[in-house]
């Protein structure tokens, strides 16, 4: 029995998103949407290329960002007019539409809710570091949370909805004090070891998420001044993805640190 084309369009699309390549991966992500019109992982990981793409040019994804709470806890540069990426929001929306109609018909849908958990995983990103909203960012970050809780209780395997827990307890946990207790209120909970452990889960059994979780795992041991191991990350990124400069010049600087 022959192997799903599809599946490789998606793997060679992610593999060009981690190398930086995002037209690529677009044209690759594309293909998988014209052979799989009606499964909205297409649409999530075609979101996902304009994501990164617009994190890449904030430097969000470095040390430089991830140390300073200033950064990593405010937002980026600009503001919110400024940032906006419509792209992004159109490709989204849209991965969230195709991934609850399929939900309607099978609640245990696995593409559906893992296209579900990313999407709000997304969002709640983009609200919090791209736009500044970060109220919005954390609502959304609670919805991630529960779809994924979902996801993993019906396949344990789903490894990539780790992303979205861990983010969601790292950043919540990394809060000053008065802030952690107001979201609290809200019903919004966060635990940096609990996140990072979630991180961990999805950098050794993850899937196409697992460099961004393996990056996110390793900015977090810098806060967290565990050198050594966000070095041994950074080595894994540098060796697969020889040609993203970013991986190359943060292990650099895990050696000069």
Not at 155 to 167: E, I, K, T, Y
Request: net charge negative.
């Amino acid at each position: 029995m022959e192997a799903d084309p599809s599946v490789a369009l998606m793997e060679k699309g992610f593999q060009r998103l981690y190398e930086l390549n995002f037209n690529g991966a677009r044209v690759e992500f594309s293909a998988y949407q014209k052979n799989l019109p009606d499964d909205p992982m297409g649409k999530a990981a075609e979101a996902a290329s304009y994501l990164f793409e617009q994190f890449n040019a904030k430097g969000v994804l470095t040390s430089e960002f991830f140390l300073s709470d200033a950064k990593f806890l405010g937002g980026v540069d600009g503001d919110a007019s400024q940032n906006q990426n419509p792209a992004f929001l159109q490709a989204n929306n849209r991965a969230r539409e195709l991934a609850k109609r399929r939900l309607k018909s099978n609640p245990h849908d696995i593409h559906g809710l893992l296209a579900l958990t990313i999407a709000d995983g997304m969002e709640s990103d983009y609200d919090a570091l791209i736009i500044k909203k970060q109220l919005d960012g954390l609502k959304v970050m609670k919805q991630a949370e529960a779809e994924a809780n979902i996801l993993l209780a019906i396949d344990p395997s789903q490894q990539d909805a780790n992303v979205a827990l861990g983010m969601s307890n790292y950043v919540i946990g990394c809060l000053p004090g008065f802030k952690r207790a107001l979201v609290w209120f809200g019903g919004i909970h966060g635990d940096r070891v609990r996140g990072m452990q979630e991180m961990a889960s999805a950098a050794e059994h993850g899937h196409y998420l697992q460099p961004f979780a393996k990056v996110m795992l390793a900015l977090a041991y810098e806060r967290e001044h565990q050198m050594d191991r966000a070095h041994d990350l950074l080595s894994q990124l540098a060796i697969q993805f020889p040609a993203n400069p970013v991986f190359a010049r943060e292990l650099a600087l895990t050696v000069k640190k």
